[in-house]
């Protein structure tokens, strides 16, 4: 049995209070001398003798109704004592040399107890030794979502179940809202050092700098910060190459107004093209025009394409070989057609798109442990959750109502004294 409220079982030490009255009333009264006392019928003169049960009774009750209505105000819970008496582990851990390495010993142990271990992976892999490591490519908060599933599903039968999950932390967890399990997970995390993601940036050609500072701001300067890790070299140098080719005259004004912003605030570089120059390679590609999208030669797996207009058509064909992100656009870019343009936020628009295409974004600090921790929620069991609550719904209700027996039947007790 737990409680909720465990501050309240102290109200308890209320119960020396009727116990004070108690002996209290008990005291010997001072003898007066009183003339009238000789025509006293001599029965009423003797003195009582021994212990009166009523008051000790009605002592008994006062004292039990304190005692229950501290331990009602401490709201306690029904604990299911099948599942908490006794856990059997599972242990999960990432296949990666850096977490065997950190949780040896505890794995170790584990298959030398004979309890379950397995890799994370596609499907559950049973770790036999530590001496070969599979190779996994991924892994992230929807892989470990997926292998959980499937643990989840290969020991549902099982009850009292405990997971033991090693595994390193990770940034891309910084994403994940929550990750259910149906079984409670004891977490061992560790960060891997060896995979340290550096940071992009852009150099122009007058040697400055183009990077994303501490407060997550674009910043140009002449040299990067010392208290940030970048990369050994830019991840563009010089003019960014930008074609622009799109029917209305308007919408290509005011696209060339928002780079030209950039170029002023940044000091970006960029050569606008309003015709395709077969002898380039663009960086950024802004058209509506079908017939320019499937024109291989003038685009790089790394150029960062906006549809723009009615040339959704094309739209569905267009793939990651050919562009690093396709951006689609139903509307126009003009401060007619467009709210963003009308607002003037088409040049902030198009700096966090430059920002997520070249990667300048810095990386997310990792979670504590305790924050890792309570990414993982156990499921609700249905039916068995229901009892429970049901039960403990029951047991509140039995102990208010035995409260209200006791002050009835101290309330009968002593109204019977008095008269």
Not at 67 to 93: E, Q
Request: hydrophobic content about 45%.
């Amino acid at each position: 049995m737990e409680f909720l409220n465990p501050l309240m079982l102290w109200s308890a030490l209320a119960v020396a209070i009727p116990i004070a009255l108690h002996f209290w009333h008990q005291k010997k009264g001072k003898l007066l001398p009183w003339a009238a006392t000789q025509w006293l019928i001599e029965k009423d003169l003797q003195p009582a003798k021994g212990i009166r049960l009523d008051n000790i009774l009605l002592l008994l009750l006062r004292c039990l109704l304190l005692l229950l209505l501290a331990f009602y105000l401490a709201k306690p819970i029904l604990k299911n004592t099948a599942t908490s008496d006794h856990h059997s582990k599972i242990h999960l851990v990432q296949p990666s040399e850096w977490v065997v390495n950190n949780f040896r010993f505890e794995i170790e142990g584990a298959l030398t107890k004979g309890e379950k271990v397995y890799w994370i992976s596609d499907a559950p892999t049973p770790l036999e030794n530590l001496t070969a490591i599979p190779t996994v490519s991924d892994f992230d908060p929807l892989v470990l979502q997926t292998f959980l599933n499937e643990v989840d599903a290969l020991h549902s039968p099982e009850k009292g179940i405990q997971y033991e999950l090693y595994m390193t932390n990770d940034v891309s967890f910084g994403d994940a809202s929550t990750i259910y399990t149906s079984s409670p997970i004891s977490l061992h995390s560790v960060v891997d050092s060896s995979q340290k993601v550096l940071q992009n940036y852009l150099s122009l050609t007058n040697n400055k700098k183009v990077f994303v500072n501490n407060a997550q701001l674009l910043t140009v300067g002449d040299v990067l910060p010392s208290n940030l890790k970048f990369a050994n070299t830019a991840v563009h140098q010089g003019v960014i190459e930008v074609l622009l080719d799109t029917k209305d005259s308007l919408e290509r004004q005011t696209i060339k107004a928002a780079f030209e912003s950039l170029k002023d605030v940044y000091q970006l570089e960029f050569l606008v093209d309003e015709h395709l120059q077969n002898s380039k390679k663009y960086d950024i590609v802004l058209t509506d025009n079908n017939a320019l999208l499937q024109n291989q030669t003038a685009f790089t797996p790394q150029t960062l394409c906006f549809v723009l207009g009615n040339a959704t058509g094309s739209f569905a064909e267009l793939n990651q070989e050919r562009f690093r992100e396709v951006v689609s656009l139903s509307e126009r870019l003009t401060p007619q057609t467009s709210e963003m343009v009308y607002n003037g936020q088409l040049p902030e628009w198009l700096g966090e798109w430059l920002v997520k295409d070249f990667g300048l974004n810095r990386s997310r600090a990792l979670l504590s442990a305790k924050q890792l921790q309570s990414i993982f929620k156990v499921r609700s069991k249905g039916n068995q959750a229901l009892r429970q609550k049901s039960a403990e719904g029951v047991f509140s209700t039995l102990i208010l109502l035995l409260l209200v027996l006791i002050v009835i039947i101290e309330r009968w007790l002593s109204i019977t004294k008095k008269s």
